[in-house]
């Protein structure tokens, strides 16, 4: 911009009541804003096969806590409130939660709450402690989200359907499978196999590249864990300090020989929708006056963010209704966004929601997704902030997306920008 | 009223002279202040109207300016350069320096009326400077991280200086306090955030309801050293005072349809203050407290705030943006100028305009 440009916008924003609108408004440094000093995640591994196969949800959290701990050099005693989401947990996992706290080394006045929107549980617990900030009911806190699918992964997961939820449409679809519901809304949306297989072998290939470079080196906290090996019955010592799903040499091609999981003639299969994987992400917010008070480096910042719902059985078409919400929420436009990290829960609904919303793939998960990697449930939603936070970073980029499609037809979107 | 068309120039700021009851000088920009130059006029009310003695034309824009106070004949002035720059009348064409440290376009200087030796800039580059008039480089930086539109020292006090910014902060600096990581900054007063209940324990009023937006202007009252206005982009002027920053506005001012430029208090009378909008109107309010004070009023003898500022008058001269207003402080109290977009610097009794 030139000089006179930048003096008119300058005087320009002095008609806007609500002050200035836009990048410029979002990216202007504010004392009470809603900062992120710290975002981690372990390393997401294989469910039933990987390197936490052997490790408790709370045991991958605790890791993850104590390495929040560690990197940010916070001191656990101004920690106020911890909320964590996860899916599968009995429960909901608040006791353990809790206890997973206190081994992490946070005092008993810190507490924890654990919550359950489904896959976007992660994200929703960072927003529930914005908000606590924002009100000022907490000064400092934690959003996090973990599954272990290789431990709580299965029928089990929802309970039995009452006869009033069974005979009412609507309600009864919130329980139809998520493969089933998505091959349907492929065939309907005509969301062919091969354009899924392209999408999902970019992931592949994109998650390869990133995992050789080192690109997820920053964001992944090693864990040590026991794990027992599966031939020889021996329990050893490992560190996980990598995702272990991605794999190498994937193509359309070679995609296209599997054979699809829930229908005959459908088009989605075990490799070109997520993995089931373990894991667990945190990410460590605070108030920026609050941030330079306690020396703390802040590298991003939470901007605004969405919930809408959809009908239960396009539940995928989530982040196609959520994304442009929470953009009118920060005032920016799509195409002011550097990185969207929306979660492949099956390459059939992102394609969609991508396609619909005119956004360039280039733009897309730019370190690959959920294919590639595994989506631990609860823990997608934390571990997306951490994944684009370092992308931005790296790429001198500022402003970033998250979002997802959420379980019996919801969606949720957050805007950040990196500091 | 009188009337003088500084043509081709824009208007940007006015200020009466300390010194003589007849003087005053205008900053003024080519192009409404976006590119091209800029001119400061030293100007004389004679009894043929005003009449222009001098004037001297910059290479950038000029948004402010400031009478020195130890020399009767010199002005400062803030450049869209990021210079400041000292002019003498007695001279022609060039300052007599120039200090450029800022970044980005300077848009408020301001000097220290008790230690005379001192003045202080504000600019669009997130600082405010302290200066002497004889070193060539500042004195202290203090940060703001913000866009800054305006920056006072105290009238009171030889040390303390404010700034309003875009990100809706008073801030007070004690130059006083050891050079730390703080820099000197003593207090933060948002001025849109929800005043805290008096009462520990009590829930607080519910947060205001208009939200965060620039502040443009500020400036402390003259007579009660503890109380000074800000207004700017959301129309309102507000007082706030410093010894109870947390109890919000204690008064507030509605009425101007766009964003105030500009407000100065009354050098006569502590309850009374001019404003300047784009609205092309300058009005003069009342703020309902007690007239003839001088000095601190206890703030707990006060009832509930805030309390609402009368309107006692406008001037709706001006056919474009006013973005500048002076009080005279010499002969009888109303006595004002005004510049603004249209070219134009009126000259006129606040008295007048009054009803």
């Known amino acids: ?419 | 009223m009188l009337h003088f068309r500084t043509e081709g120039y824009n208007g940007c700021a006015v200020k009466y002279s300390p010194f003589f009851d007849n003087r005053l000088a205008v900053a003024g920009s080519a192009n409404f202040g976006l590119v091209g130059n800029g001119r400061m006029y030293i100007l004389e009310l004679t009894p043929n109207g005003i009449v222009p003695v001098k004037w001297f034309t910059t290479q950038d824009s000029l948004y402010d300016l400031a009478w020195s106070e130890i020399h009767e004949n010199q002005v400062l002035t803030a450049s869209g350069d990021g210079s400041i720059k000292l002019f003498d009348c007695n001279l022609n064409d060039f300052p007599v320096q120039n200090w450029k440290e800022h970044n980005r376009e300077v848009f408020s200087v301001h000097w220290n009326l008790v230690a005379k030796d001192r003045f202080c800039s504000s600019s669009w580059d997130g600082t405010v400077r302290v200066w002497t008039p004889d070193r060539p480089h500042s004195l202290v930086t203090l940060p703001t991280h913000s866009c800054t539109y305006s920056a006072s020292f105290s009238p009171h006090s030889p040390d303390i200086l404010s700034c309003v910014t875009s990100d809706s902060y008073v801030r007070l600096f004690d130059l006083r306090t050891p050079a730390s990581a703080s820099n000197h900054l003593t207090l933060q007063i948002p001025i849109h955030a929800a005043p805290v209940s008096p009462i520990p324990g009590k829930p607080g009023v519910p947060p205001a309801a208009c939200p965060p937006s620039e502040a443009l202007t500020h400036d402390w009252n003259k007579y009660r050293p503890s109380i000074l206005a800000t207004a700017g982009v959301d129309r309102t002027i507000r007082t706030f005072d410093i010894r109870a920053p947390q109890q919000g506005p204690q008064t507030v001012m509605v009425g101007h349809d766009y964003a105030i430029r500009k407000i100065s208090w009354s050098p006569h009378l502590s309850n009374v203050l001019l404003s300047g909008s784009y609205d092309m109107t300058c009005r003069a309010w009342n703020d309902q407290s007690p007239p003839g004070v001088v000095g601190d009023v206890d703030s707990m003898r006060a009832g509930p705030s805030p309390t609402m500022g009368v309107e006692m008058g406008r001037m709706s001269r001006h056919t474009e943006f006013v973005t500048g207003v002076d009080w005279c402080m010499f002969g009888s109290e109303g006595w004002c100028a005004s510049v603004g977009w249209d070219e134009s610097l009126y000259v006129w009794d606040v008295r007048a305009v009054m009803g």
Not at chain 1, 8 to 25: E, N, R
Not at chain 1, 59 to 81: R, Y
Not at chain 1, 322 to 340: F, H, N, Q, R, S
Not at chain 1, 381 to 395: A, M, V, Y
């Open chain 1, 1 to 419: 911009m030139s000089s006179a440009q930048q003096r008119l916008t300058q005087v320009a924003s002095h008609f806007t009541p609500g002050g200035k609108k836009g990048v410029a408004a979002i990216t202007e440094k504010h004392p009470d804003d809603i900062v992120v000093t710290c975002a981690l995640r372990s390393a997401l591994t294989k469910g039933g096969k990987g390197g936490f196969k052997d490790t408790a949800a709370a045991d991958i959290l605790a890791g993850v806590f104590k390495g929040v701990i560690e990197k940010s050099g916070i001191d656990p005693n101004v920690v106020e409130d911890v909320a964590v989401g996860s899916v599968l947990a009995p429960g909901g996992g608040a006791t353990e939660f809790r206890a997973a706290a206190l081994v992490a080394g946070f005092p008993e006045t810190t507490a924890v709450k654990s919550l359950n929107r489904q896959c976007s549980s992660g994200l929703q617990a960072i927003v529930d402690i914005a908000n606590a900030i924002k009100s000022g009911m907490i000064e400092v806190g934690i959003g996090a989200g973990v599954e272990s699918m290789s431990s709580q992964y299965g029928p089990g997961a929802v309970t039995e359907f009452s006869d009033l939820l069974e005979n009412h449409q609507e309600s009864a679809n919130c329980k139809v499978p998520m493969g089933v519901l998505s091959e349907n809304m492929a065939k309907d949306r005509g969301i062919s196999r091969a354009v899924q297989d392209a999408f999902a072998a970019s992931s592949y290939q994109k998650a390869v590249k990133a995992q050789k470079a080192g690109l997820f080196n920053e964001e992944i906290y090693p864990l040590q864990v026991k794990w027992t090996d599966p031939k020889s019955g021996e329990e050893k010592t490992i560190t996980v300090k990598a995702d272990d799903g991605i794999r190498d040499g994937i193509t359309a091609e070679s995609l296209g020989k599997i054979r699809p999981a829930f229908a005959k003639d459908g088009s989605i299969h075990a490799g070109n929708a997520s993995q089931i994987s373990d894991g667990a992400a945190a990410v460590l917010l605070m108030k920026r006056s609050t941030a330079e008070r306690l020396g703390q480096k802040i590298i991003g910042k939470y901007v605004a963010a969405s919930v809408v719902g959809v009908k239960p059985l396009l539940m995928g078409i989530g982040p196609w209704k959520a994304i442009p919400v929470a953009l009118e929420k920060a005032g920016i436009t799509k195409d002011d966004v550097d990185i969207y990290e929306i979660n492949e829960a099956f390459a059939s609904q992102c394609v969609w929601c991508v396609n619909e919303l005119g956004l360039p793939q280039e733009k897309i998960n730019p370190k690959g997704g959920a294919i590639a990697f595994g989506h631990p449930l609860g823990c997608t939603g934390s571990r997306q902030i951490s994944t684009l936070l370092t992308e931005l970073k790296r790429t001198d980029k500022k402003i970033g997306v998250t979002s997802m499609c959420v379980g019996t037809g919801m969606g949720m979107a957050a805007v950040w920008v990196r500091e």
